[in-house]
Nanobody, 116 residues
């Protein structure tokens, strides 16, 4: 499975971006869709998740809560991340992840740079 990724770029603090990942083929039995990020020189971290099974739940890292919104569509195999009020510390490579019961499918990464 590959993803068509879009939405990255360079913005100034306070601006917004929307990241999207669309799977190239059907993914059966999706149970969770996630976004991770890896800031320069730091470890990868979970940003947001949209769980579909066995119950539905959406969650965010404290650093992005109230500013980012995840939206996972497990019928069209797409996941997006709306990012508002961006800060320099949001600068990172962002990765979409879709998991079924046994596998994790990762996007290649989308660069987001927030600076004056």
């Amino acid at each position: 499975v590959h993803f068509v990724e879009s939405g990255g770029g360079s913005v100034q603090p306070g601006e917004s971006l929307r990241l999207s990942c669309a799977a190239s083929e059907i993914i059966y039995n999706i149970y969770i869709m996630e976004w991770y990020r890896q800031p320069p020189g730091k470890d990868r971290e979970l940003v947001a998740f949209d769980r579909k099974f066995p119950d539905t739940k959406i969650g965010y890292a404290d650093a992005v809560k109230g500013r980012f919104t995840i939206s996972g569509d497990n019928y069209n195999y797409t996941v997006s991340l709306e990012m508002n009020s961006l800060k320099p510390e949001d600068t990172a490579v962002y990765y979409c992840v879709v998991r079924d019961s046994v596998r994790a499918f990762w996007g290649k990464g989308i660069l987001v740079t927030v600076s004056e």
